[in-house]
């Protein structure tokens, strides 16, 4: 990366931006948005009813899977899904046959999942004043996902960690995604499901939001949507 030169006009251009948030009483100027946990959900029956099946405790595949030894490789974009795969078998050969741990681990990369439909509709009213940027721990595969799902022009950016090579809560992906919003990292809003993530996102500067359900995106997105004269008064 190359020294930006010097603005001689920097100090009027930054009054000037002041200004204007000072005029339009605008909260911040992008909206970085979590993907799992928040727009996607996941449904796990099947998964599940294969694991009683297997005779194995529910949640053993997720937990294998997502143990960071198994799943950091492919969220850096340094295995691919096929890879991952084995690695999830080869971890659940403990627990049952070849043959189920197979089974499972292909089910588990492949459980359906959903998007949240409300918390769409607030970020589809949030992207008419400010670009929405998702910022997502994922495989290589995300951007079939949410082609998937209807979503594939949805988000004015992508930021995904198995294209970037970092995951949350790295500082470097929140500055990707700032970049990418092309706005300073204190006029960001970032939502998250994991509070280590917000957490990381608030130490450089931005605002964090913990999700929790969609009342929480709800009320940090009222001041952005609340009518200019409005915005002006709080």
Not at 3 to 19: C, G, I, K, Y
Not at 77 to 84: A, D, I, L, N, P
Not at 87 to 92: E, G, N
Request: charged share 25%.
């Amino acid at each position: 990366m190359t020294n930006p030169q010097v603005d001689p006009h920097a100090d009027v251009h930054a009054d000037a931006h002041a200004n204007v948030h000072a005029l339009d009483g605008r909260p911040f100027d992008a909206v970085l948005c979590d993907l799992d946990g928040v727009i996607r959900f996941y449904d796990m029956t099947e998964l599940t009813r294969m694991e009683r099946a297997a005779g194995v405790a529910e949640g053993t595949t997720a937990e294998l899977a997502l143990a960071p030894e198994n799943d950091l490789p492919v969220l850096r974009g340094e295995h691919t899904v096929e890879q991952w795969r084995d690695t999830i078998a080869a971890a659940l050969a403990d627990h049952v046959s070849e043959d189920k741990a197979r089974e499972l681990a292909a089910m588990f990369t492949r459980t359906p999942f959903r998007a949240d439909e409300k918390v769409l509709e607030l970020l589809r009213l949030a992207q008419t004043q400010v670009p929405v940027v998702l910022v997502t721990n994922a495989t290589p595969e995300v951007e079939d996902d949410l082609a998937g799902l209807g979503l594939a022009y949805f988000a004015d950016d992508v930021v995904n960690s198995a294209r970037v090579g970092v995951v949350k809560p790295d500082p470097a992906i929140y500055a990707i995604a700032a970049e990418r919003a092309g706005v300073p990292m204190d006029r960001c809003l970032f939502v998250d499901d994991r509070a280590e993530n917000v957490e990381a996102a608030v130490a450089l500067g931005m605002t964090g939001v913990v999700y929790g359900g969609v009342a929480d995106l709800e009320a940090a997105l009222a001041p952005l949507l609340a009518p200019p004269a409005d915005r002006a008064t709080r």
